[in-house]
C-alpha cells in the first residue's frame, strides 16, 4: 500500500482510520481510543524497525518473538511470490496435498529430535496447541481410555488464546478476561511434587497429558529448575501421561539448539511450534508428534480425522518456511545464537553489577530477561517506565509483570552482531538508571 500523504499527515490518517476500525490484540482499548496506537511501522531491516515518522527502533524482541532471520529479507518475498504465481492455495481436506507441504513435512522431520517425524500443520501456536489438546484426547479415546482428558500445564505458562489454549494458559489475565474456560484443565507451581501432588488428586487414569514450555517466554522467560524436565519425563512415562512441548517461542534456534527440550536432553511425544518456523514471514504452526503415536492414531481411527483448519498446510505458507530454514542452516544462524547469547548474557550481567535493582539476569541463546526489585507489590511496577524509557533511546523491548514480576524480556533477532548486543544492553543501562534514580 502506499499514500501521497508523508510523516506527520499520514500519521494522522491512519491514527484516525485506526481507532475508528481497528481491534487491536492483547492492547489497552481505552488507551487506543484517546492516543491511538503507539507505533505505526511502515519498514523493516535486519534488526531494526522504522515507523510512518522516519524514526528508526531496535527491535530486541523480534517483534513477537518471531522474526528470527530480522527484517526486509527480500529471499522470502521472492519465494512466497514465486509459489502464489504456480499455487497459491489448495486445500490439504479429503486426502489432497501438494509438493511444499510434503517437502516442508519432511525437512522439519530433520529438524526435530528423536521419532518426532509427522506434522498437523496450523495457522499459528494457538491452533497448534489446541489442536494437540483435541489430538490426546482422541488418542486416549481410541485406545479405549476416553476417560483421560485432563491437560496439566504449569502456573505462569502462555499456550495462546484459542478456547483450549487460553484454558492451558496459566497466567490468571487470560483467564479472567472472559466468562468460563473449558473445563479439564490444571495448572501447578513448576516443582516436581506439585505436578505429583496433582497426578495424585486427580488420578492418572484420567489425565491425558502434560503440557509445558521449554522455557517459559510471555509468563517472565523463566528457566525450569536444574533436572526438573528430566524427571518430569520420567513421571510422565510411569503414569502413561502424554508430554507436549510447546516449542513456539523456543523452537527452531531460538535457545541455541533446533528445539528448547534438547537443552535438557528430553524427547516429548508431541512438539507444538510456529513463530520461528516462518520467522513471522507467513502465518504457520504445527503440531509434530512421534511415529509411534501416528502410527496408533491411523490404524486406530474409523473414518476421517475429524479435525482441520482451512489453512492447514497452506502451500505459500509452506514454501516461505523451507526458504526460512534453508537461510537458518545456510547461514548458520543457531551457531550465532549460541554466540550471541552468552554475549547478552554477559553484557546482562554487567549490567546487574551497574545497577543495584536489578534483582536477577538469566538467558538461554538469545531468550534472555533481566528482573528488576521494587519496594513491594503495591508500588508501581518499574519495567514498563523502562521499556517507555529505553523506546526515547531507540530500543524495543517488553516489560512482564504478571503475577508481581517485574521483568524485561529481550529475544532479538538471530543476525543480531556482538556491536548490537553491545548497544541494546547500554540503551537498557541507560534506561533503567534514568528511571530509578
Same mark, same amino acid.
Given at each position: 500500500?502506499?499514500?501521497?500523504?508523508?510523516?506527520?499527515?499520514?500519521?494522522?490518517?491512519? +491514527?484516525?482510520?485506526?481507532?475508528?476500525?481497528?481491534?487491536? $490484540?492483547?492492547?489497552?482499548?481505552?488507551?487506543?481510543?484517546?492516543?491511538?496506537?503507539?507505533?505505526?511501522?511502515?519498514?523493516?531491516?535486519?534488526?531494526?524497525?522504522?515507523?510512518?515518522?522516519?524514526?528508526?527502533?531496535?527491535?530486541?524482541? /523480534?517483534?513477537?518473538?518471531?522474526?528470527?532471520?530480522?527484517?526486509?529479507?527480500?529471499?522470502?518475498?521472492?519465494?512466497?511470490?514465486?509459489?502464489?504465481?504456480?499455487?497459491?492455495?489448495?486445500?490439504?481436506?479429503?486426502?489432497?496435498?501438494?509438493?511444499?507441504?510434503?517437502?516442508?513435512?519432511?525437512?522439519?522431520?530433520?529438524?526435530?529430535?528423536?521419532?518426532?517425524? @509427522?506434522?498437523?500443520?496450523?495457522?499459528?501456536?494457538?491452533?497448534?496447541?489446541?489442536?494437540?489438546?483435541?489430538?490426546?484426547?482422541?488418542?486416549?479415546?481410541?485406545?479405549?481410555?476416553?476417560?483421560?482428558?485432563?491437560?496439566?500445564?504449569?502456573?505462569?505458562?502462555?499456550?495462546?488464546? !484459542?478456547?483450549?489454549?487460553?484454558?492451558? +494458559?496459566?497466567?490468571?489475565?487470560?483467564?479472567?478476561?472472559?466468562? /468460563?474456560? *473449558?473445563?479439564?484443565?490444571?495448572?501447578?507451581?513448576?516443582?516436581?511434587?506439585?505436578?505429583?501432588?496433582?497426578?495424585?488428586?486427580?488420578?492418572?487414569?484420567?489425565?491425558?497429558?502434560?503440557?509445558?514450555?521449554?522455557?517459559?517466554?510471555?509468563?517472565?522467560?523463566?528457566?525450569?529448575?536444574?533436572?526438573?524436565?528430566?524427571?518430569?519425563?520420567?513421571?510422565?512415562?510411569?503414569?502413561?501421561?502424554?508430554?507436549? *512441548?510447546?516449542?513456539?517461542?523456543?523452537?527452531?534456534?531460538?535457545?541455541? +539448539?533446533?528445539?528448547?527440550?534438547? =537443552?535438557?536432553?528430553?524427547?516429548?511425544?508431541?512438539?507444538?511450534?510456529?513463530?520461528?518456523?516462518?520467522?513471522?514471514? !507467513?502465518?504457520?504452526?504445527?503440531?509434530?508428534?512421534?511415529?509411534?503415536?501416528?502410527?496408533?492414531?491411523?490404524?486406530?481411527?474409523?473414518?476421517?480425522?475429524?479435525?482441520?483448519?482451512?489453512?492447514?498446510?497452506?502451500?505459500? *505458507?509452506?514454501?516461505?518456511?523451507?526458504? =526460512?530454514?534453508?537461510?537458518?542452516?545456510?547461514?548458520?544462524?543457531?551457531?550465532?545464537?549460541?554466540?550471541?547469547?552468552?554475549?547478552?548474557?554477559?553484557?546482562?550481567?554487567?549490567?546487574?553489577?551497574? =545497577?543495584? =535493582?536489578?534483582?536477577?539476569?538469566?538467558?538461554?541463546?538469545?531468550?534472555?530477561?533481566?528482573?528488576?526489585?521494587?519496594? /513491594? !507489590?503495591?508500588?508501581? $511496577?518499574?519495567?514498563?517506565? @523502562? @521499556?517507555?524509557?529505553?523506546?526515547?533511546?531507540?530500543?524495543?523491548?517488553?516489560?512482564?509483570?504478571?503475577?508481581?514480576?517485574? +521483568?524485561?524480556?529481550? *529475544?532479538?533477532?538471530?543476525?543480531?552482531?556482538?556491536?548490537?548486543?553491545?548497544?541494546?544492553?547500554?540503551?537498557?543501562?541507560?534506561?533503567?538508571?534514568?528511571?530509578?534514580?
Amino acid at each position: 500500500m502506499t499514500s501521497s500523504l508523508t510523516g506527520n499527515e499520514l500519521k494522522q490518517e491512519l +491514527t484516525e482510520l485506526d481507532k475508528k476500525h481497528f481491534i487491536h $490484540p492483547t492492547s489497552n482499548m481505552k488507551q487506543l481510543q484517546e492516543q491511538g496506537p503507539a507505533f505505526i511501522f511502515t519498514e523493516g531491516d535486519g534488526i531494526y524497525l522504522k515507523d510512518v515518522e522516519g524514526r528508526q527502533l531496535m527491535d530486541s524482541l /523480534s517483534s513477537l518473538w518471531n522474526v528470527n532471520i530480522g527484517h526486509g529479507r527480500e529471499e522470502l518475498g521472492e519465494v512466497a511470490k514465486e509459489q502464489m504465481g504456480k499455487l497459491a492455495f489448495t486445500s490439504t481436506f479429503s486426502n489432497w496435498s501438494h509438493e511444499p507441504v510434503i517437502r516442508l513435512a519432511e525437512r522439519i522431520a530433520k529438524w526435530t529430535p528423536g521419532d518426532l517425524n @509427522v506434522t498437523f500443520f496450523t495457522s499459528g501456536g494457538s491452533e497448534a496447541n489446541d489442536t494437540a489438546f483435541k489430538t490426546v484426547r482422541h488418542y486416549w479415546k481410541i485406545k479405549g481410555r476416553p476417560e483421560k482428558r485432563k491437560i496439566i500445564s504449569r502456573k505462569q505458562s502462555y499456550h495462546g488464546v !484459542a478456547m483450549g489454549a487460553t484454558s492451558a +494458559t496459566g497466567i490468571p489475565e487470560f483467564h479472567t478476561f472472559t466468562t /468460563s474456560i *473449558a473445563p479439564d484443565f490444571y495448572y501447578v507451581d513448576s516443582t516436581l511434587d506439585a505436578l505429583k501432588d496433582r497426578i495424585e488428586k486427580e488420578g492418572a487414569d484420567t489425565i491425558a497429558a502434560f503440557i509445558s514450555e521449554p522455557v517459559q517466554g510471555s509468563g517472565g522467560v523463566n528457566l525450569p529448575p536444574e533436572g526438573y524436565f528430566e524427571e518430569v519425563r520420567k513421571i510422565c512415562d510411569e503414569h502413561d501421561i502424554l508430554m507436549i *512441548a510447546d516449542e513456539v517461542i523456543c523452537g527452531f534456534g531460538r535457545t541455541g +539448539t533446533n528445539f528448547g527440550m534438547e =537443552n535438557f536432553g528430553i524427547v516429548p511425544d508431541i512438539i507444538t511450534m510456529a513463530k520461528g518456523v516462518t520467522s513471522g514471514y !507467513a502465518p504457520l504452526g504445527g503440531m509434530v508428534i512421534s511415529e509411534k503415536l501416528h502410527k496408533e492414531i491411523y490404524e486406530n481411527t474409523q473414518g476421517n480425522f475429524w479435525h482441520g483448519y482451512t489453512y492447514s498446510g497452506h502451500p505459500t *505458507a509452506a514454501a516461505v518456511a523451507l526458504k =526460512n530454514l534453508e537461510i537458518i542452516e545456510r547461514e548458520n544462524l543457531i551457531e550465532n545464537v549460541r554466540t550471541m547469547g552468552q554475549e547478552m548474557l554477559n553484557g546482562f550481567k554487567w549490567l546487574q553489577e551497574q =545497577n543495584e =535493582n536489578v534483582l536477577d539476569v538469566r538467558g538461554i541463546g538469545l531468550l534472555g530477561a533481566i528482573s528488576l526489585e521494587r519496594e /513491594s !507489590a503495591a508500588v508501581e $511496577p518499574i519495567g514498563p517506565k @523502562v @521499556v517507555a524509557e529505553a523506546l526515547k533511546r531507540g530500543l524495543i523491548c517488553r516489560s512482564v509483570v504478571y503475577g508481581g514480576q517485574d +521483568t524485561l524480556a529481550f *529475544a532479538p533477532p538471530f543476525i543480531i552482531n556482538k556491536k548490537q548486543v553491545d548497544d541494546m544492553v547500554t540503551i537498557v543501562n541507560d534506561s533503567i538508571k534514568a528511571v530509578i534514580k
